[in-house]
T-cell receptor, first 119, second 116 residues
Framework: GAVVSQHPSWVICKSGTSVKIECRSLDFQATTMFWYRQFPKQSLMLMAT?????????EQGVEKDKFLINHASLTLSTLTVTSAHPEDSSFYIC???????????????FGPGTRLTVT | AQKVTQAQTEISVVEKEDVTLDCVYE???????LFWYKQPPSGELVFLIRRNSFDEQNEISGRYSWNFQKSTSSFNFTITASQVVDSAVYFCALSEAEGATNKLIFGTGTLLAVQP
């Protein structure tokens, strides 16, 4: 149980184009999903927290107009990198928290990640 | 401010050696959780353990053990009789009680290389 998928697993796009990454909870409903970015040999940095049906909360320094997050259903969140540039090349990882999780249930289930390369 | 420090950037050991990965954290909350994750070359994060701030009991799971000491704000991870398959980046993480957000703050990671 508690499987999170991401699609695509890797993507190459040209500078200036937009790319959408999907994060799905396969066997549970997720009220909250998180998006992380990891540059090579670096740690995971939280980009934003999305709650189903409401606007995402972005971390300081993350451009909300560039990284569009939509959490339209309890099983799907999407991250769209708009007008991508080579510096956006990174490993993007999502995680999901079950709607059944209690207030003190800190469990997050991670997706396998999406490797984005912008040429 | 919350912070997780993993001072060891890279560790290299020979198979069957024991190795300890250090983790020091900072938080103002009295209620929090600490985690360890393994990230193999494939990139997918593998959950290893979660420990809440009220439980200082050490834990052992097979070759893995964890030592949580609130007095020193440390949550160290030991692998006994290391194996080549243990080679990966290991992250320590902290989650505070920020409402229902529960966002994770990750350390910088320790790259463990186990040589045959």
């Amino acid at each position: 149980g508690a499987v999170v998928s991401q699609h695509p697993s890797w993507v190459i796009c040209k500078s200036g184009t937009s790319v959408k990454i999907e994060c799905r909870s396969l066997d549970f409903q997720a009220t909250t999903m998180f998006w992380y970015r990891q540059f090579p040999k670096q740690s995971l940095m939280l980009m934003a927290t999305s709650n189903e049906g409401s606007k995402a909360t972005y971390e300081q320094g993350v451009e909300k107009d560039k990284f569009l997050i939509n959490h339209a259903s309890l099983t799907l969140s999407t991250l769209t990198v708009t007008s991508a540039h080579p510096e956006d090349s990174s490993f993007y990882i999502c995680s999901a928290r079950s709607e059944l999780a209690g207030f003190f249930d800190y469990e997050q289930y991670f997706g396998p990640g999406t490797r984005l390369t912008v040429t | 401010a919350q912070k997780v420090t993993q001072a060891q950037t890279e560790i290299s050991v020979v198979e069957k050696e024991d190795v300890t990965l250090d983790c020091v954290y900072e938080t103002r909350d009295t209620t929090y959780y600490l985690f360890w994750y393994k990230q193999p070359p494939s990139g997918e994060l593998v959950f290893l353990i979660r420990r809440n701030s009220f439980d200082e009991q050490n834990e052992i799971s097979g070759r893995y053990s964890w030592n949580f000491q609130k007095s020193t704000s440390s949550f160290n991870f030991t692998i006994t009789a290391s194996q080549v398959v243990d080679s990966a980046v290991y992250f320590c993480a902290l989650s505070e009680a920020e409402g229902a957000t529960n966002k994770l703050i990750f350390g910088t990671g320790t790259l463990l290389a186990v040589q045959p």
